[in-house]
């Protein structure tokens, strides 16, 4: 994720941006435009944090009418057993809303004990313009579930997770997203989290 950062000088060759990752803390950089120079001014200081322990990674899924949805994932590379791990799948999908593969320290305690932790970029959301989030919305609504659960599917059988311990999450209106997920394929997940559900 990258965003235009507070440039104090209005008349500069200097440009500020912001950069996050799965696996890099929010870090401010300063662009020489002239120069093409690039320095680190400040990074969020996350203690104990190595981001080499780390892989992030993104797919596309191919969901069940054809179409590529983009799910981004992270896990702790010490820890990683092909089809071993527990597997915590997050999806939202509404308002046209876009869910940042950000950086996120409450997160490393789940990756530090196996987990892999997976965002499902599903459409009702806005990660791909416009048209991605009208055709999850309405009368389309059936594609973000089958989008999400397509997903899960493919992620445990390439081996991102252990079909036994495969976990569900979305709050708010993400929480529809898991009733019906847990509704329609109950088998498929050990639990589900949904926090301020929306039903």
């Not at 994720?1 to 870090?27: F, H, I, K, Q």
């Not at 401010?28 to 203690?47: A, C, I, W």
């Not at 088998?187 to 926090?195: D, N, S, W, Y």
Request: proline letters at 5%; charged letters at 20%.
């Amino acid at each position: 994720m990258t965003w235009l950062a507070y440039n104090p000088e209005p008349e500069t060759s200097r440009l500020r941006y912001g950069y996050s990752s799965m696996t890099t803390p929010d870090t401010l950089f300063e662009l020489d435009m002239d120069t093409g120079e690039r320095r680190v001014l400040k990074q969020t200081e996350v203690p104990g944090f190595d981001s080499g322990c780390y892989q992030s990674e993104h797919l596309w899924i191919t969901a069940r009418d054809g179409v590529e949805v983009p799910v981004s994932l992270v896990y702790h590379q010490k820890y990683f057993r092909k089809g071993q791990n527990p597997l915590l799948v997050y999806g939202y999908g509404s308002y046209g809303s876009s869910i940042d593969a950000d950086f996120s320290s409450s997160r490393l305690s789940l990756l530090d004990r196996g987990f892999v932790y997976a965002i499902v970029h599903v459409r009702g959301g806005g990660e791909l313009g416009q048209q991605w989030y009208e055709d999850g919305k309405f009368l389309k609504k059936r594609n973000t579930f089958n989008d999400y659960l397509d997903a899960c599917d493919a992620l445990l059988k390439l081996g991102y997770g252990s079909p036994s311990l495969c976990y569900g999450m979305g709050g708010s209106a993400g929480g529809m997203l898991m009733g019906v997920a847990i509704n329609e394929r109950p088998e498929l997940f050990h639990g589900v989290i949904a926090p301020g559900t929306l039903c």
